[in-house]
């Protein structure tokens, strides 16, 4: 049987946030898709460990380890993409933070200013810094929006926001940069199993976490991997008519009517066995970011 046609043969890409949660399955998918890829985060974070993981399989890649919210890390990150494998053609701003649920007269500044940096600010960054190359390769951008950012988040308005601007930025960046044949979207993912959506080392309390997942029309988190699969395609010149698209994977909780997933079947309910070695689903909280509220242990329900 022939081998699959690859999607990413020889591109380019640098991902941040990539070294846990959606981000490690995006690269290791790339990596599997042909592509080649700088693992891109912050200090403490595993990138280190995807890329060696990535360059033991066989795959090529680096990792940079940075604050990408600061505009002379961000060259860097894209001057080693450069300078490591001659281009890029992939930028896939993943990065971001998830601090905290709390009605916003509870919302603390510095909450405020980390969604900020990590979900605003490094996206802006990263993007001014790779646009150059991107120009020179006909390249694509890919934000990291959320279900969150259509729809709204109760208890999470700062977040919402942030995202909505991703939703706003990722539109108009197409509009803009459509003449020099770069091509631009956002990837807008529901409840996904790592460990954002989990009370032990996310934000969600028990009542949170199960309204999170009942909600959803399939009544499941997604995995990283079926994310990273859209990243793929959106990626890939498959998608070459796609730009200035806020494409949702989000087990259709935006058209819920309430927790429909209760309803879901049996069936429905068991996520598609992976392909992806994912090492570090369930970590992410970035170094510095305060530790989740530590709520009243609770017993755990299927």
Known sequence: MPSPRLRLPDKVAIVTGGGTGIGEAICKKFI???????????????????????????????????????DLQARACVKLA?????????????????????????????????LLKNNITSAFMMTRAA???????NGVILFAGS????????QGAPYAGTKGYLHAF???????????GVRVNC??????????????????DLKT????????????????????NVYAFLASDEASYVTGSLYKVDGGITIAKGPAGLQAERDMKKPPAGRLDLSHSREGRPKGEREAPRHEKQPKHD
Do not use: Y
């Open 32 to 70: 599997d898709e042909g592509a080649s890829v700088v693992v891109a985060g912050l200090p403490g974070d595993p990138v280190h460990d995807v890329s060696q993981e990535i360059r033991a399989k066989g795959g090529r890649s680096t990792d940079f380890s940075g604050d990408l919210a600061d």
């Open 187 to 204: 990837v807008c993912p529901g409840p996904i199993d790592t460990s954002w959506t989990h009370r032990e080392s996310g934000p969600m």
């Open 82 to 114: 450069v300078d490591t494998f001659g281009r890029i053609d992939i930028l896939v701003n993943n990065a971001g933070s998830f601090p905290n649920l709390e009605e916003l007269q509870n919302f603390t500044t510095d909450d405020f200013q980390l």
């Open 147 to 154: 279900e969150s950012g259509l729809v709204g988040l109760e």
């Open 131 to 137: 646009l150059p190359e991107l120009q020179k390769s």
């Open 170 to 180: 990722a539109k108009s960046l197409a509009a803009e940069q459509a003449k020099h």
């Open 209 to 228: 976490e199960k309204m999170a997942i009942a909600s959803t029309l399939l009544g499941r988190r997604g995995t990283p991997e079926e994310v990273a």
